[in-house]
Structure formats: C-alpha cells, structure tokens
C-alpha cells in the first residue's frame, strides 16, 4: 500500500480547524487493474484514455455529512490537468456518486459484482465519452 501511496500522482488531505476530516487520491494505476475495471463495466473501448484514477476517498463516520467529500473531489481534479479520470465506486453510494457527478463525472458500462464482497461496483468517467 505505501508504494501504491508514493506512486500517486497526488494525496489530498482536508483539514478544518487542524482536524483531518477527509483523504483522496489522484492515482496511477497499473494497466492491468484499469483495464480489468473497463472490462468488468463492459466499456473495454474506452479504456486507453483513462491512466488516472480518482480514489481512496474517506471522510470519518463523525463528519460525513458536510461536503467535505465535494471539496476533496474537486481538489484532486485541480491536480489532473485536464486529464481525463476514471473511478469506481459501490453502487450502493450515493454520496459518492452524487460527489463525482457534481464535478462532472458520469456513470459508465454496467455495474459489476466485486470479488471482495457483496456488492456491486460501477465505473465513472471524467469527462464522458460522448462530451469529447
Ligand atoms: C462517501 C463519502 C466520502 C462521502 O463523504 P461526505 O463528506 O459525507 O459526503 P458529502 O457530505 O460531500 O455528500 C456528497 C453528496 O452526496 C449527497 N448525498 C449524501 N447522502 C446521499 C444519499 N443517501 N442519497 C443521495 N445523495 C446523498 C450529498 O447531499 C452531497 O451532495 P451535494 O454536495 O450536491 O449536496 C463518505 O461517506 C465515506 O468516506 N465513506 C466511506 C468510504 C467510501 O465509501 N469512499 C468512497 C470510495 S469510492
């Protein structure tokens, strides 16, 4: 995991009143964990103009709530340079979705069933294909 952390493109961490209420990540994933993720979601066409993944973000349970997830969402996308992003997330996580839907993001594919539990994930896209 530290490697993973060192190799991101970039950490967020969000503090109110020097309080860390909230991380997020820009990450480089490896090509094969994307594409796996592309071809889980059907959308295995789409895949090579995505290399930078938005993720790990967490707000602890005592300030969810507040839109502080917004705020870490929007500041990784300041460190993309424009780049297209991908992400995933449970699709029972509305906050999460309603997150990157606020900054432009838009569902793609078909949700899938994740291998490490009982749920199901899907892949969001940043900018949509069809807004290029
Ligand atoms: C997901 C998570 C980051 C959200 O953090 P948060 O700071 O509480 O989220 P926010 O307060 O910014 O809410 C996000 C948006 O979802 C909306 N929202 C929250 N709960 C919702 C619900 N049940 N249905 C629909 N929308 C909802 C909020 O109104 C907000 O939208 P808005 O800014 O347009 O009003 C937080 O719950 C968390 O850390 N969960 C555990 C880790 C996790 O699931 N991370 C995501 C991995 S991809």
Do not use: C, I
């Not at 995991?1 to 970039?10: K, P, Q, S, V």
């Not at 999460?96 to 899907?122: H, I, P, T």
């Amino acid at each position: 995991m530290e490697d993973r952390a060192r190799a991101a493109r970039a950490l967020v961490f969000l503090y109110v009143d020097r309080v860390l209420v909230g991380v997020a990540a820009l990450k480089r994933p490896t090509a094969t964990y994307r594409d796996g993720k592309f071809r889980a979601a059907g959308v295995s066409a789409l895949k090579s103009t995505y290399s930078l993944e938005l993720g790990w973000v967490f707000v602890p349970p005592d300030h969810r709530g507040r839109h502080y997830s917004r705020v870490l969402v929007s500041a990784v996308m300041s460190q993309a340079d424009n780049a297209p992003l991908f992400a995933t997330t449970r699709s029972d996580n509305p906050a999460m979705q309603r997150s990157l839907e606020n900054v432009g993001f838009a569902r793609a594919g078909k949700a899938w069933k994740s291998k490490r539990g009982d749920y199901e994930l899907v892949l969001y896209l940043a900018p949509p294909p069809n807004s290029r």
